[in-house]
């Protein structure tokens, strides 16, 4: 082969490799798990849900979904999130296959220490996983499935965050744990957290919430979801609390979407001095 010759295959493969490169390993699914430890999740609760994940990947009810696609494998990052200045990612990018690559994901979860905010901004969080997509993966399809036990009160309101990431191709499911308690510093909770997850945070083709009753149940609400999520189905019955006070609905029967916002206001008027 001339000189030429052997010089345009080099070029070629080259090319080839980083256009692969730029294309990233095709999976089934890139998954961001965005997780909330505001201010309303004490150490015990932050716990819980850590434990959640972890027995999840750990389950081979999860790893015969992942196994199950066309590809079979999934991406998937770990993070956890509170005020709009407080995301940080616990694991990047790992590639989950198998119970082996699945088991190693759950323990080094498992290993690393859990991040504790203040307020909640589901906003700031949407706006955080967005920009990790793409970077290392081709996904059929990119999902953020975002956990929390309270609506956005800080930062910029969630609706236009969630309207970007949908416009980015970026499906966004819920996951609401009910908890009817009063927050530690006094701000009273929404009780229709999962309607506002429904009508304000989730979005996008095939988009679906799962409720947790309580922390203590949520590991199985977490099993439940990421089987739906992996395998692309949504779940038969979406679950919705009824209540027979609903100040926070407007006309249309829809959740307030600044809910969280007007009750840190209502906190604010109460408690500061007149």
């Known amino acids: 082969m ?3 010759g052997i010089i345009a295959a080099i070029l070629l493969a080259l090319s080839w490799g980083d256009l692969a490169r730029a294309a990233g390993e095709p999976v089934d699914l890139e998954l961001v798990l ?3 430890v505001s201010g309303s999740v004490d150490a015990v609760e932050a716990r ?3 434990e959640g994940y972890v027995a999840a990947f750990r389950d081979p009810e999860v790893v015969r979904a992942i196994r199950s696609g066309m590809v079979g494998r999934i991406a998937v990052l770990y993070f956890e999130w509170a005020s709009q ?5 616990v694991l990047d990018w790992q590639v989950v296959a198998d119970a082996g690559s699945a088991t190693a994901f759950a323990d080094r979860l498992a290993s690393e220490p859990v991040l504790r905010g203040r307020r909640t901004s589901i906003a700031a969080a949407i706006d955080f ?4 997509f793409g970077r290392r993966y ?3 399809r990119r999902v953020i499935d975002l956990s ?9 309101p969630v609706v236009p965050a969630r309207d970007r990431a949908v416009a980015a191709g970026i499906v966004i499911n819920g996951l609401p744990i ?8 006094g701000l009273p909770n929404l009780k229709e957290l999962d309607l506002y997850y429904r009508d304000c945070v989730i979005g996008g083709p095939g988009a679906f919430y799962i409720v947790a009753e309580d922390f203590e149940s949520f590991a199985a609400a977490v099993k439940r979801k990421l089987v739906l999520e992996i395998a692309g189905r949504m779940p038969t019955v979406q679950h919705a609390q009824l209540y027979p006070e609903r100040p926070m609905f407007d006309a249309e029967g829809r959740v307030d979407c600044l809910a969280g916002e007007k009750l840190l206001e209502i906190y604010r008027r109460r408690t500061e001095p007149n």
């Open 129 to 132: 996983a967005v920009p990790h």
């Open 138 to 140: 081709e996904g059929t």
């Open 148 to 156: 929390g036990d309270g609506p956005n009160n800080d930062g910029a």
């Open 85 to 89: 200045h407080e995301s940080r990612v």
């Open 2 to 4: 001339r000189l030429s």
């Open 178 to 185: 009910i908890n009817e308690r009063q927050f530690t510093w």
């Open 48 to 50: 819980l849900q850590r």
């Open 34 to 36: 965005a997780v909330d």
